[in-house]
């Protein structure tokens, strides 16, 4: 994992790539409560890093292939992510902690950084997981499958097609009102 010292950024900046395989990422990840996707190809990213005064800004850009599950078939599917991102970094100790204030549009690509190290490769995962959609469909028109006998219908139609399917509220249309 990719760390970097906020007292060694040159005047000018930095310029970096870097990949992380799919091993360390997981092992990154490990410790959070649920993970929904895999990684099928090696996390390729690249930052521009610059020091204005106590802020560090960051430039960059990740790129990787994910595995991810359809809500609708259940299916694996494949989806490419490419993502870029621009962040502010404030050291965490010189932050002032204000009992409660409003967010502003600025404050959403703000961070913090603590002991002048910037963990670049924690970074980049977090721009991962901002980009993975809420809910995952292998195809724009996935059909899901059938509730009734759990048959895949972007494969084929099933015996249950022809049958009517009750609702939660199919009960109401047999109340009769005065």
């Known amino acids: 994992m990719l760390v970097i010292k906020s007292d060694e950024i040159p005047e000018e900046g930095l310029t970096l790539e ?13 410790g959070f409560s649920r993970i929904d996707f895999d990684f099928e190809k090696p996390l390729h990213s690249e930052a521009t890093v610059l020091r204005s005064g106590k802020l560090i800004l960051i430039k960059g850009k990740v790129e990787t292939n994910l595995r991810l599950q359809c809500i609708r078939c259940l299916k694996e599917f494949s989806y490419p ?11 965490l100790k010189e932050s002032s902690m204000i009992k409660e204030k409003e967010l502003e549009e600025g404050d959403l690509e703000s961070d913090f950084f603590q002991e002048g190290e ?60 005065k």
């Open 18 to 30: 870097w990949v992380e395989e799919r091993h360390s990422l997981l092992a990154y990840m490990e």
């Open 81 to 91: 992510l490419s993502s870029r991102f621009e962040l502010t970094l404030h050291p």
């Open 118 to 177: 910037i963990h670049l490769s924690e970074i980049a995962c977090e721009q991962v997981f901002l980009e993975i959609p809420y809910q995952p469909l292998c195809q724009e028109n996935c059909k899901g499958l059938c509730p009734r006998c759990g048959s895949d219908l972007n494969l084929s139609l099933c015996s249950c097609e022809g049958e009517r399917m009750g609702t939660a509220f199919s009960d109401l249309q047999k109340l009769k009102l």
